[in-house]
């Protein structure tokens, strides 16, 4: 060791990691009314009884959680039919993605994720200190015969995200079978299945099936899109043997009192979650219709949010148009970081946000 350093140094590769920037959420100076749809947050917002539950933990902030999130494990199973053994909870799902490649990637390991891909799995990979391996798309829709074509005997972790963000497409479930079953045995499968709540296919499933009889899958979900993204509150079911060593390396109180409170609330509160849904459903589909309709190419999605792509105009170009929606108080994410430098994602909004991110688009396009 070189003693001689006039400072600490990050260990090597720690300063080749790309940074992640999350969307923008403020308005150019002197816009009044802000619409933040650079996100994929809940426009109904979080459940009334979370709210209530959150409330009356503010009474008790000197007290320390429990560190198993015992009652809100129970919650999620009790909803989902699963056993609160084989669930970890997490400071949102982003934690549990990076104790998965913090336990089963080192240096010389590879990971495989997509191209268009949650940009996290890249940056927990080179964390680890392991090589990311990005495998091409199909019509911007994961390709499981590139994803077999790229694991090597260095392959540790395969990441999928179902529905995929940012595009919104999924993978129907035969075909997550399929590459599940050509896996080898020592190779972790991670469905991250953060928008499963949105989806409505009758070919989807978010993973549970697979997970539990399965040594070698887990399936990650959110709280985050349920209306309770700044509670950071995520989960992971998978087998007893990785619960076990994730439990391991995980932070003593993860989750924090006020999130596990609020998190129990919201998924027992279902009336919230079918609302929220069928508000999705209803307006994804129509701004799909809209965009459609005004010459746009839109990546068909499943999630709550829409992939929306611009002519190679520089006057129409998706930077233009973010600028002429930020001015009026539209703030959408730019995706040049995910392989899109000339497309905007929209998360679904309210009623009066849908329709002014329309009724502007026809404007700027016009203009």
Not at 35 to 47: D, F, V
Not at 216 to 221: E, G, P, Q
Not at 298 to 315: E, K
């Amino acid at each position: 060791m070189k003693q001689d350093q006039p400072r600490p140094t990050p260990r090597a590769g720690i300063m080749d990691i790309e940074a992640y920037v999350p969307g923008k959420s403020t308005a150019p100076a002197g816009v009044t009314k802000v619409y933040k749809l650079s996100s994929n947050e809940n426009p109904l917002g979080p459940s009334p009884k979370a709210i209530e539950a959150a409330r009356e933990v503010a009474a008790k902030l000197d007290v320390y959680p429990d560190g198993t999130a015992r009652r809100l494990r129970e919650a999620i199973a009790e909803t989902h039919g699963l056993n609160p053994a084989n669930i970890i909870c997490s400071n949102g799902s982003d934690e549990i993605l990076g104790l998965l490649a913090q336990t089963y990637l080192a240096p010389g390991d590879e990971a495989v994720f997509t191209e268009h891909a949650f940009m996290v799995y890249k940056i927990y990979i080179q964390a680890a200190g392991a090589k990311p391996v990005a495998v091409k798309e199909t019509d911007e829709r994961a390709d499981v015969d590139a994803i077999l074509a790229a694991v090597t005997p260095a392959t540790r972790i395969v990441f999928l995200a179902n529905p995929n963000n940012p595009t919104g497409t999924y993978v129907p479930f035969q075909e997550v079978r399929r590459l599940h079953a050509a896996l080898p045995k020592n190779v972790l499968l991670v469905l991250d299945a953060a928008y499963a709540e949105y989806v409505r296919r009758n070919d989807y499933e978010a993973g549970i099936e697979l997970a539990g009889s399965s040594e070698n899958v887990v399936m990650t979900r959110t709280f985050s899109k349920l209306g309770l993204g700044g509670a950071r509150i995520g989960w992971m079911y998978g087998s007893a043997h990785i619960v076990d060593a994730i439990n391991r390396i995980r932070g003593p109180f993860n989750v924090n009192a006020t999130a596990i409170e609020a998190g129990i609330a919201a998924i027992r509160d279902r009336a919230h979650i079918e609302r929220s849904a069928a508000h999705n459903e209803k307006w994804l589909a129509w701004l799909g219709a809209e965009l459609t309709g005004l010459g746009l190419r839109v990546t068909p999605s499943v999630g709550n949010f829409v992939l929306i792509h611009f002519p190679d105009d520089n006057r129409r170009s998706a930077a233009a148009a973010d600028d002429y929606l930020s001015a009026r108080g539209y703030i959408l994410r730019r995706v040049t970081g995910y392989g899109f430098p000339n497309a905007l994602r929209m998360s679904v909004g309210t009623e009066e946000a849908n329709r002014g991110v329309i009724d502007a688009l026809k404007t700027f396009l016009k203009s």
